[in-house]
T-cell receptor, first 113, second 114 residues
Framework: AQSVSQHNHHVILSEAASLELGCNYS??????LFWYVQYPGQHLQLLLK??????LVKGIKGFEAEFIKSKFSFNLRKPSVQWSDTAEYFC???????????FGKGTRLSVIA | DTGVSQDPRHKITKRGQNVTFRCDPI?????LYWYRQTLGQGPEFLTY????????KSRLLSDRFSAERPKGSFSTLEIQRTEQGDSAMYLC????????????FGQGTRLTVV
C-alpha cells in the first residue's frame, strides 16, 4: 500500500547534538511534502514544506529538509537541537493534486540537558 | 484568535451513546478536513469538504460516522453508537483550495469511550 514511512519511533538526543529524522514515501509522480511538529499539549504546526524548486528547504526554528526524488525521501535536519525541540515530528505528503495530507506515524524526539 | 477551533476539547461517553464534535475553520479557508489520531500513530484521514461538498471519505469512516458542513463554514462530525475503538483524538484542519497550500490544525477533540 502507498504510504509515508518514518524510520525512527523515538529519538533521544543531548542538547547541541545534530538531528536527522528520516522520511520516505511510496507515491510516484509529483508530490508535495511537509514536516509538522506537535509540542506537548499543543496542536500540529507546520515546520516546513516543499512544493517545487530548490530541494533544500528551510523552515522555522533552524530546521531544514532535503527532498531527494530518486530516493523518495524528505529527511528533516537540525544542526544543534535544544531542549525546547522536544516534540513529536510528523512527515506528511500530498500524493497528487489537491488530495488530503497523508501522514507518517511520527517520531518522538526527546532532548535531554 | 483566528486559528482552527474545535469543541469540545475532551469528551467522555458511554459505549453506545452518540457524540457530536464541532470544528470552526479559518474563515477564508474553503477546505475542511477531519483526521483521527490514536496513540503512537500519525493522523489518519477521515473525510474532507470543499465548501459544503463532501469530496472524499476514507474507508475508516464507517456507517456510524457522519460529517456535515452545511453552509460551507463550520463542520460537525457525529459518531453514532460509539464503541471503545472510537477512543481517539479527532483533529480538524482547514486550508485554501489548491495543492500548493498548507493545512492548519485545531487542538483536537479527545474522545474517550468507556
Amino acid at each position: 500500500a502507498q504510504s509515508v514511512s518514518q524510520h525512527n519511533h523515538h529519538v533521544i538526543l543531548s542538547e547541541a547534538a545534530s538531528l536527522e529524522l528520516g522520511c520516505n514515501y511510496s507515491y510516484g509522480g509529483t508530490v508535495n511534502l511537509f514536516w509538522y511538529v506537535q509540542y506537548p499539549g499543543q496542536h500540529l504546526q507546520l515546520l516546513l514544506k516543499y512544493f517545487s524548486g530548490d530541494p533544500l528547504v528551510k523552515g522555522i526554528k533552524g530546521f531544514e529538509a532535503e527532498f531527494i526524488k530518486s530516493k523518495f525521501s524528505f529527511n528533516l535536519r537540525k544542526p544543534s537541537v535544544q531542549w525546547s525541540d522536544t516534540a513529536e515530528y510528523f512527515c506528511a505528503v500530498i500524493p497528487r493534486g489537491n488530495t488530503p495530507l497523508v501522514f507518517g506515524k511520527g517520531t518522538r524526539l526527546s532532548v535531554i540537558a | 484568535d483566528t486559528g482552527v477551533s474545535q469543541d469540545p476539547r475532551h469528551k467522555i461517553t458511554k459505549r453506545g451513546q452518540n457524540v457530536t464534535f464541532r470544528c470552526d475553520p479559518i474563515s477564508e479557508h474553503n477546505r475542511l478536513y477531519w483526521y483521527r489520531q490514536t496513540l503512537g500513530q500519525g493522523p489518519e484521514f477521515l473525510t474532507y469538504f470543499q465548501n459544503e461538498a463532501q469530496l472524499e471519505k476514507s474507508r475508516l469512516l464507517s456507517d456510524r460516522f457522519s460529517a456535515e458542513r452545511p453552509k460551507g463554514s463550520f463542520s460537525t462530525l457525529e459518531i453514532q453508537r460509539t464503541e471503545q475503538g472510537d477512543s481517539a483524538m479527532y483533529l480538524c484542519a482547514s486550508s485554501r483550495t489548491g495543492g500548493m497550500t498548507e493545512a492548519f490544525f485545531g487542538q483536537g477533540t479527545r474522545l474517550t469511550v468507556v
